[in-house]
């Protein structure tokens, strides 16, 4: 079988291996420091308290886009990336199903009708 890999699919790859080191570097450090997350981004200030309500805006509208196009493509189990950003980062598991999600509709365009 063969794999379908497109360009775009490669790019996204390399975006969420990015989130992924990108977040858990600092995930580990604040483990490390004994940090408190929800404590630390709500009393850094307004600033930091802006980007963390805006970075969950776009990841619920995200987790929404993977839900309805997973199902849309047939891809399964697409709920699963909704889960695993809780787990490791949604800049990992959104980059990773735009990945899969380029594969399958390449897959679904080099299938025969």
């Known amino acids: 079988m063969t794999r379908h890999w497109s360009p775009l699919a490669v790019v996204y790859l390399c975006l ?3 989130g992924l080191v990108g977040t858990w570097w600092f995930n580990v450090l604040a483990i490390v420091q004994l940090r408190d997350f ?3 981004l709500l009393t850094s200030g307004p600033a930091v308290s802006s980007i963390g309500v805006d970075l969950l805006v776009v990841a619920v509208a995200g987790s929404v ?26 800049a990992f598991t959104f980059p990773l199903f735009l990945a899969m999600r380029e594969r399958r509709k390449t897959e679904l365009g080099a299938s025969p009708p």
């Not at 886009?65 to 949604?90: K, N, P, S």
């Open 38 to 40: 929800v404590g630390d």
């Open 65 to 90: 886009f993977v839900i309805v196009e997973a199902r849309r493509l047939g891809m399964r189990l697409g709920w699963l990336y909704v889960v695993g950003a809780a787990v490791t980062a949604f």
């Open 16 to 18: 969420a291996a990015a």
